[in-house]
């Protein structure tokens, strides 16, 4: 049988899907040096395609950037916090001063994507697999309810002349599926209500990202970031939203007060 054009991508989406959360949700519960390897190299990987979009003739600088933000994102994890942060800072400064297009998207969007690993590695080491999980739910729980709605309701578009598909319906409906990721979350984890709202403004972040993501390929006249994941395009088309919402738990952590501190 042969699917609808609006659905015609939903079972390769669906594999990858599979694999990345098999692979991923392994590493997120092991943790350790596996999980601190696997974020580094997503995050390697966002920065080549952010580089590949912005100067696409720039093989090799997008090659060495690459390499160069991976390290510096798994530094972050055994280093003390100023030397890796520092590594970050010289990631970012030595793309704006070699990049001969697009350099002040890559000084806004690269650090962010790099904050994202840190986040995710400090939330990792610090709070342990569950709040992982947590915030990994909320972003799959808003881009899951948000690709479904949109499909199925439809209605009037978010935000076309950025990002055409988001409709006001998926966005709605990914804010409440974060919320009850939230509430779902709250005996497991130990924590009170304000997990609710918290969720859902970290989904507004991860829908942020995406619509970042998508000013970016827009920008550079692009439907993907890559190819790299079949039936999602590319890293950042799959980890867009991941990076929104980890860049705002760093943000928000210690101002709620989440345990230990991010």
């Given at each position: 049988?042969?699917l ?24 997120m ?17 966002m ?25 510096a ?21 030595a ?22 690993g ?21 972003v ?23 990002s ?19 509430w ?23 829908q ?16 993907d ?5 079949p ?22 952590g ?9």
């Open positions: 049988m042969t609808p054009d609006r659905w015609a991508d939903l079972p390769v989406r669906l594999g990858s899907a599979v694999v990345l959360i098999g692979v991923g949700g392994a590493e519960w092991i943790g350790g040096i596996g999980f601190n390897a696997l974020v580094a190299v997503i995050c390697g990987a920065i080549w395609e952010l580089v590949r979009m912005l100067s696409p003739v720039q093989v090799r600088l997008g090659v060495a950037l690459a390499f160069a933000g991976g390290a994102a798994l530094a972050l994890a055994y280093l003390p916090q100023v030397w890796g942060l520092g590594g970050l800072g010289a990631v970012v400064v793309g704006g001063m070699t990049l001969t297009e697009g350099r002040r998207v890559w000084t806004g969007y690269a650090p962010v994507i790099l904050l994202a840190l986040s995710l590695i400090a939330l990792r080491a610090g709070f342990g697999a569950g709040w992982l999980i947590w915030l990994v739910a909320i799959i729980a808003s881009d899951v309810l948000g690709y479904f709605a949109g499909r199925l309701i439809g209605g009037p578009k978010f935000w076309p002349r950025v055409p598909k988001k409709t006001w319906s998926g966005t709605v409906a990914g804010w409440i599926g974060a919320g009850l990721v939230g779902a979350a709250m005996a497991p984890l130990g924590a009170g209500v304000a997990l609710v709202p918290l969720s859902v403004v970290l989904a507004m972040a991860a942020l990202g995406d619509i970042a993501e998508s000013a970016v390929k827009r920008r550079a006249g692009v439907k970031s890559s190819r790299l994941i039936g999602h395009g590319g890293v950042m088309d799959r980890f867009d939203g991941m990076v929104g919402a980890a860049v705002m738990l760093l943000l928000a210690p101002v709620v007060g989440l345990p230990g501190g991010v």
